[in-house]
């Protein structure tokens, strides 16, 4: 049954007036005098007086129909102002995974923001390498992965956020620590900290010196941007890094980030 076909009936008992009730709920006096045969057959009892002097008087089956629904509408009638007045409150938990040199140094500034706007959402945010953020959105382990150089898949929906730029980082006694910018050719030849093989921003690093024919010795390999970080600090070697991973080392002066003069390289990074 039809909220509505109880409204119009308790329009009909109270207008005594099938043109009135019809008129009030927008509809034809035919319309609504099919709804109140409907509900007297539903009832098995005769719910309105017909030809009656004072127009369509209620029976006393009807009557009581009329008291109890007249209740209820009233009732939904509340609920729906409720509802409507009732703020739109985000909650629940979110399953999200990073790339750690997104995930330690640029998200968590917009994750306490987005946590004091919306105080009920439990964020489980975890680290992990790009392969395995790919394969937990697909499987539906993760709600959302944000990642760098993103590749899109069928299965997955990509939204672009901002852009790295890669530098060259080395550690304040390096000779080239104190130039304002440098070429990519200043590391021909000289010790190369590198991501490893598989995270996609080494195979961007990669293009861009294949790109600029120039050949690095790559004497050590990191699956993340910290331990590659404290190796440069060490003198260890020289890298290229996103300006946003090595920003807090360069204002401690612990290391030294340039830019490029062959050109401004970015890394794209999203949410997928």
Known sequence: MHIETLKT????????????????????????SQQV??????????LIERGHASGAIATEAGR?????SK??????????????????????????????????????????????EHPQVNIR????????IYAGCVSGDLHFGIVALPTRRAQLEVIPLWHDRLVFVCSPEHPLAGRKAVRL???AGAPFIAFARDIPTRREIDRILREHRVSVVRTMEFDNVETIKRSVEAGLGLSILPDSAVASEVRAGALVALPFRDGTFLRPIAVI
């Open 71 to 116: 209740e209820l509408l009233e009732r939904f009638r509340a609920l729906e102002e409720k509802l409507r007045d009732r703020p739109s409150v985000m909650s629940g938990t979110v399953r999200v995974a990073t790339v750690y040199s997104v995930g330690l140094h640029v998200v968590p500034p917009h994750l306490k923001a987005f946590l004091r």
């Open 9 to 32: 009936f308790c329009d009909l008992v109270e207008t005594a007036s099938f043109s009135k009730a019809a008129k009030l709920n927008l509809v034809s006096q035919s319309a609504v």
């Open 37 to 46: 045969r409907a509900l007297e057959q539903r009832y098995g009892h005769q």
């Open 125 to 132: 945010l975890e680290y992990r390498r790009t392969d395995e």
């Open 64 to 68: 009581l129909l009329y008291v109890e």
């Open 185 to 187: 050719a200043s590391l």
